[in-house]
């Protein structure tokens, strides 16, 4: 008897294809089992990032809208009682003038004194409060910003400049109240 080994080819060369196919995905396997598991590491790590964000952001919302609650109530309070200050500092100038009205056989000499006292008590509330008197020497030059002329009349002086002062104006905080009345003189 002979003994012979035969060495059989393989019938089927796609089922060689498949084994080694399978071969290929065995050895694939981990590495997209590992590109999985990274980009699911990777989305839970940008799912918290997110939420960390929006949590911010709500927050700074809420802090945006409680900042801009507390200017509305400090801006109406402002209103309220901004004149406080103002009604303070003229509750002497009223309390002079009653005080020279009771005295019922005043002379003229005294009702003048008062007058000029309670006067000096009103300017110095009003200049306390900036409230500035507008009342420009002769020979200044007109300023339409602050001055109002009333009329015009030839002098010797440079043309558009003040002759006389009719009537006060005022200004508070660089913003005229009330121009000041004014004569000017004409252009020669």
Do not use: C, W
Request: aromatic content about 4%.
């Amino acid at each position: 008897m002979s003994d012979t080994t035969s060495t059989t080819p393989n019938p089927n060369p796609a089922a060689a294809n498949y084994q080694s196919t399978e071969d290929l995905a065995a050895s694939q396997a981990p590495q997209e089992g590992d590109a999985l598991a990274q980009a699911q590491a990777e989305l839970a790590t940008l799912q918290a990032k997110s939420s960390e964000l929006a949590d911010q952001f709500l927050r700074a919302k809420a802090e945006a809208e409680n900042a801009r609650r507390r200017a509305e109530d400090e801006i109406s309070k402002a209103r309220k009682f901004a004149v406080e200050s103002f009604a303070e500092s003229l509750l002497p100038v009223a309390d002079s003038l009653e005080a020279g009205l009771v005295i019922k056989d005043a002379t003229p000499e005294q009702i003048r004194e008062g007058a000029q006292a309670t006067l000096r008590q009103l300017v110095a509330a009003l200049e306390r409060n900036k409230v500035v008197a507008i009342a420009p020497a002769a020979g200044t030059k007109f300023d339409p910003h602050q001055h109002q002329a009333i009329s015009v009349v030839p002098a010797e002086q440079e043309a558009n400049t003040v002759v006389s002062v009719l009537q006060k104006g005022y200004s508070i905080a660089d913003r005229v109240l009330r121009p000041a009345l004014v004569t000017v003189t004409a252009a020669k």
